[in-house]
């Protein structure tokens, strides 16, 4: 089992920035790859970032391209997301997941709780 917990949401105004951050415990952090997913009210949970386990892949979603960093750091074993220039339309649920394969985050085995980001416009 791996468990994971999520930190670092909150409110802020449009164009500004948050880190959130996901503390994993349980497994060996360095054997999943990591991603950030997340939900807004009335839609479907979608893909956000992911990073390999070594970090030497970095993959995100178009529209977060150029304001989202996700990085991680198998000594803390904690995953970020920096997120900068954010929009009222990244208002959602944050979820750090956790994917057995070291390499993608495809099927995720192991999801945070969630942490709230709400940005006003």
């Known amino acids: 089992q791996v468990q994971l917990v999520e930190s670092g949401g909150g409110l802020v105004q449009a164009g500004g920035s948050l880190r959130l951050s996901c503390a994993a415990s349980?497994?060996?952090?360095?054997?999943?790859?990591m991603g950030w997913f997340r939900q807004a009210p009335g839609k479907e949970r979608e893909f956000v970032a992911g990073?390999?386990?070594?970090?030497?892949?970095?993959y995100y979603t178009d529209s977060v391209k150029g304001r989202f960093s996700i990085s991680r750091d198998n000594a803390k074993n904690t995953v970020y997301l920096q997120m900068n220039s954010l929009k009222p339309e990244d208002t959602a649920v944050y979820f750090c997941?956790?994917?057995?394969?070291?390499?993608?985050?495809?099927?995720?085995?192991?999801w945070g709780q969630g942490t709230q980001v709400t940005v006003s416009s």
């Open positions: 990073i390999s386990w070594s970090g030497g892949r970095i």
């Open positions: 997941a956790a994917d057995g394969n070291p390499m993608v985050v495809a099927t995720p085995d192991y």
């Open positions: 349980g497994r060996t952090f360095s054997d999943y790859a």
